[in-house]
């Protein structure tokens, strides 16, 4: 008896929610008959790998539609179609991009719209395609597929490259390098009481040259200040040069007014002094010998004065007495 009433029980439960699930779909159908929705055609150039038909459509992130369909364009094969239905109310605008995005780490794809501006034109407005298309950018997902055979190519490469590299030669060449290594080790720890002296010596040594460099930059604080005393000096000797200069200027110009007025007084006594050497000269000739001969003349008479004066005088020469 309780065997009966434990099936009927289940298959109560079973009819009751079959009842739901066919109420929920048809509410769901009716909500999905309801609301209005717009056609658009994405044109893909590249790949679209991880796309498929229900994948989300959105809007600068905001979930606004779904992926109906997705084929080959019959008219370019090059190309690849994907139908999409989004709300009527969406603002496709004749500027709106797409691209495919990453959809987490599943490998899926969603479709993203941007790029609208709210001075363009609707696309159902303008466009003279039926549905209206819209030519989707390279994405970043694309990128990446399309250069993974050029990786792989640089990843094959970079492989020999290290294969070379791990050869006997190359190897035996860095084991000697290490055997090298390992001996200048030793070296250096069987003399680190040297290394330490020569540490030490160096370190004096750089003491000696922190002085010398002080030393230097007093010498040349001093050689600074004698530069500046003798640029002071310099304009000092340079307003007394100066000054002298300006007063040699003043000489130079007295002499030069100086050489001036004897050049006229010269050429204002050039012309008598051609006359008389043309003919004063010879009368100033006799003069000078008349006047010889009078001196002549004078200088007797006043010999002859001083020797008579009497018989100068009087004329004649008087006889003195003589005994008989």
């Known amino acids: 008896m309780e ?9 109560l439960f079973v009819l009751i929610s079959s009842i739901l699930l066919a109420m929920f779909a048809v509410w769901l159908a009716k ?12 044109v893909f150039s ?28 019959p008219e370019d094969v090059g190309q690849v179609l994907a139908t999409i239905e989004v709300d009527a109310g969406t603002p496709i605008k004749s500027d709106t991009e797409a691209e495919l995005v990453l959809q987490g780490i599943t490998g899926l794809s969603n479709i993203e719209l941007k790029g609208s501006s709210n001075e363009s034109p609707l696309l159902i407005d303008v466009a003279q395609n039926d549905p209206p298309r819209i030519v989707a950018d390279a994405s970043a997902i694309e ?10 190519a640089r990843a094959v490469d970079l492989l020999e490259r290290l294969s070379l590299l791990a050869s006997k030669e190359n190897v035996a060449s860095a084991s000697d390098i290490l055997s090298d290594l390992e001996s200048v080790t030793s070296t250096l720890a069987e003399n680190r009481e040297n290394l330490q ?19 230097t930059g007093d010498s040349l604080d001093r050689v600074g200040a004698l530069a500046q005393t003798l640029n002071q000096l310099v304009e000092e000797v340079g307003d007394t040069g100066a000054a002298a200069l300006t007063g040699l200027d003043e000489a130079s110009q007295a002499f030069k007014n100086l050489a001036w007025r004897m050049d006229r007084t010269l ?5 008598p002094l051609d006359d008389f050497g043309q003919s004063g000269l010879y ?27 009497a018989g100068f005088l009087i004329g004649g020469s008087q006889r003195g007495f003589t005994p008989q």
């Open 267 to 271: 050429e204002s006594l050039q012309r």
């Open 143 to 152: 990128q990446v597929f399309d250069s993974t055979p050029q990786l792989l």
């Open 3 to 11: 065997t009966r009433s434990s099936h009927f029980f289940v298959g």
């Open 31 to 42: 909500s999905d008959v309801d609301r209005s929705l717009a056609t658009y055609q994405i």
């Open 197 to 215: 002296t020569f540490l030490g010596e160096a370190s004096q040594a750089s003491r000696g040259v922190a002085r010398m460099v002080d030393e």
């Open 46 to 73: 590249g790949s679209v790998q991880g796309l498929q038909e229900g994948n989300a459509v959105q809007y600068r992130g905001v979930p606004v539609g779904r992926v109906r369909q997705i084929g080959i364009d």
């Open 283 to 309: 009368e100033f000739s006799e003069m000078v010998r008349e006047m010889r001969q009078l001196v002549a003349s004078l200088s007797r008479i006043s010999k002859e004065f001083e020797r008579d004066p």
